[in-house]
T-cell receptor, first 114, second 115 residues
């Protein structure tokens, strides 16, 4: 069984500030982890994924995430927020044994203030 | 097309009616997934296809839900005798192959409202 918890359904930052979106997972096997972004009225877009290679994963739009096994975490960060980063972000986990079936967190809405 | 497309984009129906939702995956993608996104919640896995077969139907909420895929391409999700709790955004995704690490590409979704 696997699960994902995203801490904080809403996060607000000022433009230029650090973005930190938290994700903790539970998995009985080594996980594959994903972050997706969903802009208003659009489908989900993959930001980055961890597939057991490097623990620090760099994605699109300046985002990165670090896999920490000891903390069962995969937090998403960006050093400097842009207005265009305002969206909903989803963390997901897959154990790789069920052919891509992913379990998603409830999402975090990021607001960027000017 | 360049991406996953879904139709209709919006569907309003009356309780008890049947609805069909369509997904056109990216050409050449053998795996196709259906998810449901309820208001304020994350995505809930419904079913996936590898080619035309559906190895995992465990996420379908009830026997009112069914899905098929023909020709290894287009898929249709059918909900019979719709209920108000079926109201949600239904998302389709496809990937090159079915695998834990393969990137899933999502369509824009179909927003279903059951009155």
């Amino acid at each position: 069984a696997q699960s994902v918890t995203q801490l904080g359904s809403h996060v607000s930052v000022s433009e230029g500030a650090l973005v930190l979106l938290r994700c903790n997972y539970s998995s009985s096997v080594p996980p594959y982890l994903f972050w997706y972004v969903q802009y208003p009225n659009q489908g989900l877009q993959l930001l980055l994924k961890y597939t057991s290679a490097a623990t620090l994963v760099k994605g699109i739009n300046g985002f990165e995430a670090e896999f920490k096994k000891s903390e069962t975490s995969f937090h998403l960060t960006k050093p400097s927020a842009h207005m265009s980063d305002a969206a909903e972000y989803f963390c997901a986990v897959s154990d790789g044994t069920n052919a891509g079936k992913s379990t998603f967190g409830d999402g975090t809405t990021l607001t960027v203030k000017p | 097309g360049a991406g996953v497309s879904q139709s209709p984009s919006n569907k309003v129906t009356e309780k008890g009616k049947d609805v069909e939702l369509r997904c056109d995956p990216i050409s050449g993608h053998t795996a196709l997934y259906w998810y449901r996104q309820s208001l304020g919640q994350g995505l809930e896995f419904l079913i996936y296809f590898q080619g035309n077969s559906a190895p995992d139907k465990s996420g379908l909420p009830s026997d009112r839900f069914s899905a098929e895929r023909t020709g290894g391409s287009v898929s249709t999700l059918t909900i019979q005798r719709t209920q108000q709790e079926d109201s949600a955004v239904y998302l389709c995704a496809s990937s090159l192959v079915a695998g834990g690490t393969d990137t899933q590409y999502f369509g824009p979704g179909t927003r279903l409202t059951v009155l």
